[in-house]
């Protein structure tokens, strides 16, 4: 293993609180980038050398060296940052799905996200602006708000807003600068989305994908009866076993999302990385609320 990143999940497993829990005693960390040293006589699609991403979740990343089997691994094409391998498999891939699987949209529409800042929240941002979709991102207030506005808008956020200002009557004005989304995601939970909820189109969806404030989701009758919402949810390790018959899915996608790397419209997010005998302080500032900077593990 070269590099692997510290997400919420990872967090969640050691805590056993995940839907997935591992055997123990067990390796934590479940995506990151490896370089094949060796490969066993039947093995045909990768050779020493080859730059590889866990094809599935709950291989164990967080360690120096590994013997994994082939159908697990997914190759890298040359010219893939190491920091955009270790941290493409999981929120990208989310990222790319729920854009692509719950509404059509077509270029100009719009969707609306709570955690922009986060790991999946930076990836909607360029994979939306590179399909010509608006994006509406909210954050948490923070003491350096426009130092992480105008970040999210050099990914290509169209609006970058408060939780406290979109609960404002003044965030209608928004709406006549952007269609109202069709499409909501959703990583936080609590008053978050019942925001969110507020402001989705009529028969519009809002994706469940992340509960990063431990709050359930609380939904307003007038949003079931008079708008008709629908609340769906998603997680990419079922969407890899629904689909692992059909490998050629999972590396379409990666596939789509590294050719994003290679014309520069899709990028690592922002991240620390951290020597993997310091991951005491990486694990401690995973956790810390605002630091807004993905925790990268360098064996
Ligand atoms: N369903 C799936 O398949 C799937 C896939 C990938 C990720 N996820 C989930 O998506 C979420 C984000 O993952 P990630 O790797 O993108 O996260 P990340 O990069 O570590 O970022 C964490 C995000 O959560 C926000 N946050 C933390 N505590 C919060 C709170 N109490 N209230 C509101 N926001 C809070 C942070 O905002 P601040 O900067 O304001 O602290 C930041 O935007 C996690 O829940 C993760 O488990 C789900």
Redesign the pocket.
Known sequence: MIAAPI???DI?MIQGTYAVLADLPAVGGNEGVGQVVGVGSHVTSLKPGDLVIPADAGLGTWRTEATFSEENLLKMPPGIPLTCAATLG??PC?AYRMLSDFETLKPGDSVIQN?A?????QAVIQIAAAKGIKTINV??D?PDLQRLVERLKSLGADHVITEEMLRKPEAKDLFKKVPKPMLALN??GGK?ATELLRHLQHKGTMVT?????KQPVTVPVSALIFKNVKLRG????QWKRDNVQNKDKLRGMVADLCSLIHQGQLTA?TCQEVPLEDYQTALKD?MK????A?QILLM
């Open positions: 997400n919420p999940s969640n999981v929120n989310t955690a800042n986060s790991g999946v929240g954050v948490r923070r990583g936080v978050s994908y992340g509960g990063m404030s998603f997680w990419m390790t997010p995973s609320p605002y630091i807004s993905k």
